[in-house]
Nanobody, 115 residues
């Protein structure tokens, strides 16, 4: 039973933009603080941003501040990550999940920043 589905990744040139989406089951999404995470090759998964149940951004990784924006649409059980001015260090597989008591991880969506 798939509960988290990330999409929107791709290959983009440095300085480009992408918008990621994460569709979650209501059981995971409803009333929960949600987060975007990423895992680059050979590195541990790290939290990129998190958002309150009401839609307030609570945290951004220092390296993405001013470039990434997290948002959510509670009617659609979906969170988004708008990523601007991408650079090679943003290359990773991006995942979403509930921050407290995470559910099973989805497949993620690959973001590759390269010229």
């Amino acid at each position: 039973q798939v509960q988290l589905v990330e999409s929107g990744g791709g290959l983009v040139q440095p300085g480009g933009s992408l918008r990621l989406s994460c569709a979650a089951s209501g059981r995971i999404f409803s009333g929960a603080i949600m987060g975007w995470y990423r895992q680059a090759p050979g590195k541990q998964r790290e939290m990129v941003a998190r958002i309150s149940s009401g839609g307030t951004a609570l945290y951004y990784l220092e390296s993405v501040k001013g470039r990434f924006t997290i948002s959510r649409d509670n009617a659609k059980n979906t969170i988004y990550l708008q990523m601007n001015n991408l650079n090679s260090e943003d290359t990773a597989v991006y995942y979403c999940n509930r921050v407290i008591i995470p559910g099973a991880w989805g497949q993620g969506t690959q973001v590759t920043v390269s010229s």
